[in-house]
């Protein structure tokens, strides 16, 4: 059991207070290789009100100093068009953000953020960087910005005009992390922060994302929001087995009814074990769990 609350909990409830912003800004800066201050939050998609979309996926919305855009977006289950919705998110955040009659000097700079726990395309890798370049179709050289451009623009290329994306496979990481990015993608994988992980922002995540920060209300819904995700990949995963073994033995639906069931029957008792280690009171840890307190007593 994680002494930490995952990364998409965080993020709808925790990361969008001011004073909580080391954390996002020490993500962002590990993975962008450069400085980010978050200026402000923005308004985004977050916050879905449909069933499905409230756990499966969360998304934040924010400007740094420089004025450049960061849509950060974590999915928990598959969706097979999802790239188009990158591409969609991004081209919404270019019209949104200019002014009417203003110049396309104006246009903003966009960073598409998205942490995915499913296997989206096919590829080796666990990090992925997307940025458009112009290549000469004879020659094969790469169209440069000119001189005034890059002194007007400040930049030095022209993918630095155009909306980039970063995709984090953070289910494919299985490896020991060596660098500060595989740190944090080591947390967005497991929800365990190692004593040893030194990545910008891990220290502030240690500090202000403990379990044990949170109030007993606060407690009961993660664990709720826990359980639903379970409940939500369950169902996928169920709807896709049926359809694959369509016609097979009937009672195997049972089977799997009752195998969930002792799955979070289980993780009620491992919350229960950790919170009773932490000295919560009996009552406190009923009504948060779910056991009875003669339960909690025998554990």
Known sequence: MSNYIRFDWAMKRLLRNKANFAVLEGFLTTLLRDRIKIQKLLESESNQEEEFDKYNRVDLLAEDSKGTLLLIEIQNNNEYAYFQRMLFGTSKLVTEYINRGEGYDKVRKVYSINIVYFSLGHG??????????????????????????????????VSQLYPEYYILKVNDFNQVAQTPLEEWIYY????????????????????????????KDELKAYYRHLDNIVILRDNINTER???????????????????????????????????????????????????????????
Do not use: C, W
């Not at 080796?124 to 370049?133: A, L």
């Not at 929800?191 to 920060?213: F, S, T, V």
């Not at 097979?248 to 002792?262: S, V």
């Open 124 to 157: 080796k890798d666990i990090v992925y960087h997307g940025k458009t370049e112009f290549r000469g179709i004879h020659q094969n050289d790469i169209l440069e910005l000119s001189p005034f451009q890059r002194q007007t623009f400040k930049v030095d290329t």
């Open 241 to 299: 087995a049926e359809g694959r073994a369509e016609g097979r033995a009937e009672g195997r639906a049972e089977g799997r009814a009752e195998g969930l069931e002792a799955g979070r029957q289980e993780e009620r008792r491992q919350n229960a074990i950790r919170m009773k280690a932490k000295g919560f009171p009996t009552q406190d840890i009923a009504d948060i769990t779910g056991l009875s307190p003669e339960e909690i007593d025998r554990l």
């Open 188 to 215: 967005l994988n497991t929800g365990e922060i190692p004593d040893q992980a030194q990545a910008p922002g891990l220290n502030a995540a240690r500090e202000r994302l403990k379990l044990d920060r949170m109030s």
